[in-house]
């Protein structure tokens, strides 16, 4: 029963009903190549395919009268293919890799609300990377470095294409005992999911509104984590601090719209 509190006379019935499934079948090749030289070859190919259905029953009534009434179906369908590629040379204490790694999906989303509505997706991302793992001493360091290059394409929107740099660090210092310190830092990209992209309206309840925003864009995580590790015997301890900056992130955001509020997502400022 939702009631007022200021007026718990005032008062209406609610029913509110949700299911879901999915289906998540995948098929995995891996095949590595030991070669001369200390060098080695990868390739790993991934297929998956994910099946979702999930619906919503809500409904508000007073005295029999249906004063709301919200029947929800989502029907998900999304391919996707990933492929990677690794090469990897010892060189002493030191080594040396690089790879490219690619992710296609495709996804196929039917909405049935009283309205039928039908969205259509491509979303592609592609990593090329070099990394260098080496030894001085006591310190072994990584040094990496990447581009990304995040594509979309939805049906009857413009999508975007953008390129980004991804630098890595690693930093790790042996220290007397079992303990050592270690300083790493990365930037790496997220993408918006192709749910949240989706400009199609779905009805909550009586006061909101869920809507995708086809304007989203994919963001940078700057991340920097410090660590101290320390072992002793059959004790072990561990102190490290993380910072994260997430400019432009993609979060929830809610604004009226005549007389409903209206849930949906954006690159915050």
């Known amino acids: 029963t939702l009631y007022n509190v200021a007026n718990t006379s005032d008062a ?37 395919y994910n ?7 809500y409904q508000e009534s007073l005295h029999n009268d249906i004063l709301t009434d919200v029947n929800n179906l989502v029907i998900g369908k999304k391919y996707s293919l990933i492929g990677e590629g690794i090469y ?26 009283g309205h039928n509505y039908t969205t259509e ?19 072994d360091y990584t040094l990496g470095i990447g581009v990304t290059r995040s594509y979309l394409s939805q049906e009857g929107d413009e999508g975007y294409e953008n390129y980004t740099f991804n630098p890595r660090l690693v930093l790790h210092y042996s220290l007397p005992g079992n303990s050592f310190i270690r300083l790493r830092g990365d930037i790496n990209n997220s993408s918006p999911s192709l749910s949240n992209l989706s400009a199609v309206e779905q009805t909550i309840d009586s006061l909101q509104i869920q809507r ?13 984590e410090l660590t101290y590790e320390l072992q002793k015997g059959i004790f072990y301890g561990n102190l490290w601090g993380t910072y994260e ?22 690159n915050q400022k």
């Open 12 to 48: 209406v019935y609610m029913l509110d009903k949700s299911s879901s499934k999915s289906h998540r079948p995948a098929l995995d090749f891996y095949y590595q190549q030991n070669m001369k030289k200390d060098q080695t070859l990868v390739f790993n190919l991934v297929g998956t």
């Open 51 to 57: 099946y979702t259905d999930e619906s919503r029953f």
């Open 88 to 113: 990897e040379k010892k060189l002493g204490v030191n080594r040396i890799s690089g790879g490219l790694k690619h992710t296609q999906s495709f996804s196929d989303n039917e909405y049935r609300n």
């Open 121 to 139: 997706m491509n979303q592609a991302q592609t990593f090329l990377y070099g990394e260098f793992k080496g030894k001085v001493k006591k310190l």
């Open 212 to 224: 995708g925003n086809p304007e989203l864009k994919p963001y940078l995580r700057y991340r920097t």
């Open 245 to 266: 900056y997430q400019p432009k992130a993609i979060m929830d955001e809610k604004y009226l719209d005549g007389d409903k509020i209206v849930q949906t997502w954006n």
